[in-house]
Nanobody
Framework: QVQLVESGGGLVQAGGSLRLSCAPSGSIFYISNMEWYRQLPGKQRELVASISRVHITNYLDSVKGRFTISRDNAKNTVYLQMNSLKPEDAAVYYC???????????????WGQGTQVTVSS
């Protein structure tokens, strides 16, 4: 069974930085897109940033210029560097990947357990 393990959340003052990491715990053969979402209580989960296998990135407008998504294909790890954090960035952040466990197998969706990011004003 594959699980995504996230780390790096926590409490930070406004203007500060955090770096989130996410990697699968089990064996993965191939990962296509890797993404970070966030969710506030009572609100829908929103896509914050995505990165393709060839490192093409996309960002939510409100985080452009402040957040950077990156990946290490050798380590099957995705990162989210968050700078100049604002109180409105506070949320539970989830990583998501589409991945195949072996050659010739179909890709499935995997989600992390979520990591809390709290930004104090």
């Amino acid at each position: 069974q594959v699980q995504l393990v996230e780390s790096g959340g926590g409490l930070v003052q406004a203007g500060g930085s955090l770096r989130l990491s996410c990697a699968p715990s089990g064996s993965i053969f191939y990962i296509s897109n890797m993404e970070w979402y966030r969710q506030l209580p009572g609100k829908q989960r929103e896509l914050v940033a995505s990165i393709s296998r060839v490192h093409i990135t996309n960002y939510l407008d409100s985080v452009k210029g402040r957040f950077t998504i990156s990946r290490d294909n050798a380590k099957n790890t995705v990162y989210l560097q968050m700078n100049s954090l604002k109180p409105e960035d506070a949320a539970v952040y989830y990583c998501h990947i589409r991945a195949a466990r072996g050659p010739g197998t179909s890709q499935n969706d995997y989600w992390g357990q979520g990591t809390q990011v709290t930004v104090s004003s």
